[in-house]
């Protein structure tokens, strides 16, 4: 699992039918300082995140399609969680 | 998932059966803006992409799940196209 952070959203009517009533954001990695760490990426939502959260995110495709009960859904990376905090020794 | 751009398209003739009659499309990921840039990389069409068009493609072993239950050989593939994007 990795941070992000929600910075967009994607629209799509013509998609594969697995992602049908998918909520699908884009989400900017970031290391636990909250720094960019990477490329964005989109994922499915799972969990209602919205604009600007840092979110927790599973990049197993098996776990991603399960957030939204559509086990063997074609996607490889869905928000699992909404952080509230970050901790570092 | 990630965001790209269709920049051409690729024809095979010597190919896995099961690649018969798909689109192997060239794609750009997007930057700010919407413009393509960095290296293109080769996905398989599952949606009736084509060229120009803003799509999101899936990775990885899910990049066969589109085709099921054929077995099709893909390591990316196109799973939508996108209508809008709020960044």
């Known amino acids: 699992m990795i941070l992000a952070r929600v910075v967009g959203r994607v629209v799509a009517t013509q998609k594969d039918r697995s992602h049908a009533g998918a909520k699908i954001l884009q989400l900017?990695?970031?290391?636990?300082?909250?720094?960019?760490?990477g490329e964005p990426f989109l994922a499915f939502d799972g969990v209602d995140a919205g604009p600007g959260d840092r979110v927790l995110v599973t990049l197993d495709g098996w776990s991603a399609s399960w957030t939204i009960r559509r086990p063997g859904a074609a996607v490889d990376a869905a928000v699992i969680g909404v952080v509230d905090t970050v901790e570092l020794a | 998932m990630r965001l790209a751009r269709v920049v051409g398209n690729?024809?095979?003739?010597?190919?896995?059966?099961?690649?018969?009659?798909?689109?192997?499309?060239?794609?750009?990921?997007?930057?700010?803006?919407?413009?393509?840039?960095?290296?293109?990389?080769?996905?398989?069409?599952?949606?009736?992409?084509?060229?120009?068009?803003?799509?999101?493609?899936?990775?990885?072993?899910?990049?066969a799940f589109p085709f099921l239950p054929d077995e099709v050989p893909s390591d990316a593939t196109i799973v939508a196209i996108v209508d809008s994007w709020e960044a």
């Open chain 1, 28 to 37: 900017q990695p970031i290391d636990p300082e909250g720094r960019d760490a």
């Open chain 2, 10 to 63: 690729v024809v095979a003739t010597v190919k896995n059966p099961a690649l018969d009659g798909k689109k192997i499309l060239i794609c750009k990921h997007v930057g700010a803006g919407g413009r393509p840039e960095g290296r293109a990389f080769l996905a398989l069409d599952s949606i009736g992409a084509g060229w120009g068009e803003l799509v999101y493609y899936v990775r990885g072993k899910e990049a």
